[in-house]
Structures are given as structure tokens and as C-alpha cells.
């Protein structure tokens, strides 16, 4: 598990996000044991209390289940999990038109844009 750290947001939300990724991506999946607080804060170098606190968040999320002296896993709830995909799929799309509407560009002229690069397989960085 290797997760590259920014200063812009907690460590603990960045943590949260990195599970929330590799769920969408299947590397973890439903009812998928995880490691402890205490290995997680130990492998990522953090703080074992911010471990706790992306693990707390989780579980209030309903990402993850912890049954007493059990080991935490992945929900095995499938709303849950679909939701996850949909909640990045949402982040990264405004994410991109805060962005474009920083540089003021039109509704039309990006769909122009999304049309001609999906056409050409996205390889193309030409400006057009």
C-alpha cells in the first residue's frame, strides 16, 4: 500500500479516498479483511491516530465493518460499495469544470473538445 501525501487535506480524508479508490478499482472487495490501525499507520508511516480516525470515518460511512476483536473489512453492502464509484466519478468531474470554467470555457467549446479527443482515443495534448 503506497499512497503519495498532499498538504492540501488531511492525511486521514487522503486515506479514506486511497480505500474509496482501491474499492472502485476491485483491488479490495466486499467482505475483504484490511489491515489493522495499527499496521496501516506502521506501513503508510502516519500517525496511529489518524489511522484510527480514517478507520472511524469509514466505518461511519459504512465502508467498512468492525465487529469487536474482529478484524475490520470492507461492507459487504453492494449500494455501499456502487456508490463509491459514482461519489469519484463526481468528484473528479467537477473537479475538471471548476477548472474550465476558471479559464472561461464554454459548454459547447468543451464538448467540442471532450467529442474530438474521445474520437482521436485521448492521446492527442495538442490545444484546440
Not at 459504512?62 to 456502487?82: A, F, G, H, M, V
Amino acid at each position: 500500500m503506497n499512497i503519495l501525501f498532499n498538504n492540501r487535506e488531511p492525511v486521514y480524508i487522503q486515506v479514506i479516498r486511497h480505500f474509496k479508490e482501491q474499492i472502485a478499482l476491485g483491488h479490495l472487495v466486499a467482505g475483504q479483511e484490511i489491515p489493522s490501525r495499527r499496521e496501516l499507520g506502521s506501513t503508510l508511516k502516519i500517525n496511529p491516530n489518524t489511522a484510527q480516525r480514517a478507520y472511524k470515518e469509514m466505518e461511519e460511512q459504512q465502508l467498512i465493518e468492525t465487529e469487536r476483536n474482529k478484524p475490520s473489512r470492507i461492507t459487504q453492502d453492494q449500494e455501499i460499495l456502487n456508490q463509491i464509484r459514482a461519489e469519484l466519478i463526481h468528484e473528479s468531474v467537477d473537479l475538471f469544470l471548476d477548472s474550465m470554467k476558471t479559464i472561461n470555457v464554454s459548454v459547447d467549446e468543451l464538448i467540442s473538445i471532450i467529442r474530438n479527443r474521445y474520437e482521436d482515443g485521448g492521446t492527442s495534448h495538442d490545444s484546440r
